[in-house]
């Protein structure tokens, strides 16, 4: 019995307050380059070859999204617990199927809507992948908009490259990772260079959920190390007109911890940039970070 990991216990201390954004600048020099290769390597490193067959049943993942708006203070916009209640393997097809409930809750109009149950389900290779192989996922929509309108307006819901399927939103890490991995590399409709890439490590505690549990959840010294990416991609894209073209730049950044659970290895994932609103753009950054995790069941 999973008692006090429902969306209705409050993770207090998740929430800080952050100072005052600042806004990226376009300039002809947007500081040194950094190639697909290169952060593909990087965000690769972190991820370490993680096996999406390493899930277990019962395994379990909080999260919260938070939204900063220009000077106003951060507030949590998004709320969503995962708990994997079937591990199915398929000796036959060679597969392992999943099976989610999710728990989730949006802000809208100043409080919160009730909470929202839902079932999710996802069928993975069972041939794990290697440190050298990209993420394996389940099939999904392409990473990123065509035009800057749907850019900016899914920076706005916070929706770009987290979700498990367009009409579901379960967010899944990896999914978020396939998308960063694409994220530098030219397309159609996708005229993208990256910029300041930053690769740094250290120790932290782990999430606020988890250190509050009996012996911090099991966790050496109550530390967990993590790996830090961060870069600004500069992209050209095609207004709704597709007569012209506008540039924007957007920040990412990436925390990667191999001493958590597969669901909970992207600790934190954030992005900033201009967002349009009324007649004016306001800055915006959007995270997405775990506040809460169980291992599950041993396999």
């Not at 998004?78 to 060679?94: F, T």
């Not at 989610?100 to 100043?110: D, H, V």
């Not at 309108?149 to 999914?175: D, T």
């Amino acid at each position: 019995m999973r008692k006090g990991l429902t969306l209705t216990v409050l993770l207090g201390g998740l929430l800080t307050a952050t100072s005052c954004l600042k806004p990226p600048v376009l300039t002809a020099d947007n500081g040194p380059q950094a190639e697909p290769t290169e952060v593909q390597r990087a965000i690769l490193d972190a991820w370490n070859g993680a096996d999406f067959t390493s899930i277990r049943k019962n395994e379990f993942l909080y999260i919260e999204q938070d939204q900063k708006i220009a000077t106003l203070e951060s507030r949590v916009v998004y709320k969503e617990a995962s708990d994997v209640k079937e591990r199915l393997v398929d000796e036959a097809q060679d597969t392992v199927t999943y099976r989610f409930e999710i728990q989730s809750q949006s802000l809208e109009n100043g409080s919160f809507k009730p909470i929202t149950v839902l079932e999710d389900e996802i069928t993975v290779p069972r041939t794990p992948s290697t440190a050298s192989q990209s993420p394996q996922a389940p099939a999904q929509k392409a990473a990123f908009p065509a035009s800057l309108e749907a850019l900016q307006k899914s920076m706005a819901s916070g929706s770009v490259g987290l979700y498990s399927s367009p009409a579901r939103n379960h967010f899944l890490g990896l999914l978020t990772i396939n998308s960063m991995l694409l994220a530098c590399v030219r397309g159609e409709n996708w005229d993208v260079t990256c910029h300041n890439l930053q690769v740094s490590e250290g120790s932290r505690p782990p999430p606020v959920g988890v250190a509050s549990q009996p012996n911090c959840g099991g966790i050496p010294n109550c530390l967990i190390r993590y790996k830090k990416i961060s870069f600004d991609l500069v992209v050209n894209l095609k207004k709704s007109d597709s007569a012209s073209t506008s540039t924007e730049k957007v920040n990412y950044e990436l925390v990667l911890s191999e001493d958590v659970p597969y669901l909970s290895r992207l600790l934190e994932f954030c992005y900033q940039g201009m967002v349009p609103t009324q007649n004016q753009k306001v800055l915006v950054k959007i995270c997405n970070k775990v506040g809460n995790f169980l291992p599950g069941d041993p396999h």
